[in-house]
């Protein structure tokens, strides 16, 4: 069963307008890291995020944690069409994998 | 240099079939995984090699599932008796040295099972 969950499950937007998506998990965790995945296929590594951290920036990137709640979240600011993608939460809880959430897809209309 | 490869990109098989995926990871990268996304969902976790060390098997779903790591550089995932629900993207993995570092994911091998 997955850890994470992610919210909203789809999120449509205007380019230029800033993207939250949200991710929630149930176990303690080491660090979170964000993916990004294209039509469904190849994921890539955008940021992590350790259990010690609360905010981290990448480029247009910010990301959140707050291990009290067991909640990340990623803003991707300025939309670009580009973005438009399926983004992932995953949690390292240690297990010697990473548990992934279920995805926040992300349309930006151009 | 390259990325993680894996092949084949596709392949259709009849149920009952036993297929085999290969991954070739990134060149000196001792971890590697593997995963599963059906359509629509979120990956899950199958099999995770680490060096020397003998695999987490932990996210097979059945016996029908096996991987081995051959030289500690290709893998190949195999599934026996196909059945429509295992239909899905296969993803490969690897990272530097453990689950601790950043994973590169190959493009993956669309399965379908009919």
């Known amino acids: 069963s997955q850890q994470g969950e992610e919210d909203p499950q789809a999120l449509s937007i205007q380019e230029g307008e800033n993207a939250t998506m949200n991710c929630s998990y149930k176990?303690?965790?080491?660090?979170l890291q964000w993916y990004r995945q294209n039509s469904g296929r190849g994921l890539v590594h955008l940021i992590l995020i350790r259990s010690n951290e609360r905010e981290k920036h990448s480029g247009r990137l910010r990301v959140t944690l707050d291990t009290s709640k067991k909640s990340s979240s990623l803003l991707i600011t300025a939309s670009r069409a580009a973005d438009t993608a399926s983004y992932f939460c995953c949690m390292d809880t240690g297990r010697r994998a990473l548990t992934f959430g279920s995805g926040t897809r992300l349309q930006v209309q151009p | 240099g390259a990325g993680v490869s894996q092949s084949p990109s596709n392949k259709v098989t009849e149920k009952g079939k036993d297929v085999e995926l290969r991954c070739d990871p990134i060149s000196g990268h001792t971890a590697l995984y593997w995963y599963r996304q059906s359509l629509g969902q979120g990956l899950e976790f199958l099999i995770y090699?680490?060096?020397?060390?003998?695999?987490?098997k932990s996210g097979l779903p059945s016996d029908r599932f096996s991987a081995e790591r051959t030289g500690g550089s290709v893998s190949t995932l195999t599934i026996q008796r196909t059945q429509q629900e295992d239909s899905a993207v296969y993803l490969c993995?690897?990272?530097?040295?453990?689950?601790?570092?950043?994973?590169?994911f190959g493009p993956g091998t669309r399965l379908t099972v009919l």
């Open positions: 176990t303690s965790i080491n660090n």
């Open positions: 090699f680490q060096g020397n060390s003998a695999p987490d």
């Open positions: 993995a690897s990272s530097n040295r453990d689950y601790t570092d950043t994973q590169y």
